[in-house]
Nanobody, 116 residues
Framework: QVRLVESGGGYVQPGGSLRLSCSASGIIFSIYSMAWYRQAPGKQRELVAR???????TYADSVKGRFTVSRDNAKNTVYLQMNSLRPEDTAVYFC??????????WGQGTQVTVSP
């Protein structure tokens, strides 16, 4: 059974930092491309950052220079370090792992709230 479990969300003031973690089980983690998406109320889910199995990273323009995605294959975990947080970063953040169209998995999400 495949499981992706996010943690690390919470409440933070503007300018603050959070680190999200996503622990995976039931997959060969190292061969999966891992990503973080977010969905704010009333908006579509959007890609925040991705790290491939070869450690290539991509970021949404809105988070470049503030967020960093990384992975630890020994721990089957992907991270999202979020700095200089803004109110517009408030959303539910989801972990995604994909190998191909038949191997595409999601976590349950973790809430991030940025507010004074």
């Amino acid at each position: 059974q495949v499981r992706l479990v996010e943690s690390g969300g919470g409440y933070v003031q503007p300018g603050g930092s959070l680190r999200l973690s996503c622990s995976a089980s039931g997959i060969i983690f190292s061969i999966y491309s891992m990503a973080w998406y977010r969905q704010a109320p009333g908006k579509q889910r959007e890609l925040v950052a991705r790290i491939t199995s070869t450690l290539t990273t991509t970021y949404a323009d809105s988070v470049k220079g503030r967020f960093t995605v990384s992975r630890d294959n020994a721990k089957n975990t992907v991270y999202l370090q979020m700095n200089s947080l803004r109110p517009e970063d408030t959303a539910v953040y989801f972990c995604n792992g994909v190998r191909n169209s038949d191997s595409n998995y999601w976590g349950q999400g973790t809430q991030v709230t940025v507010s004074p």
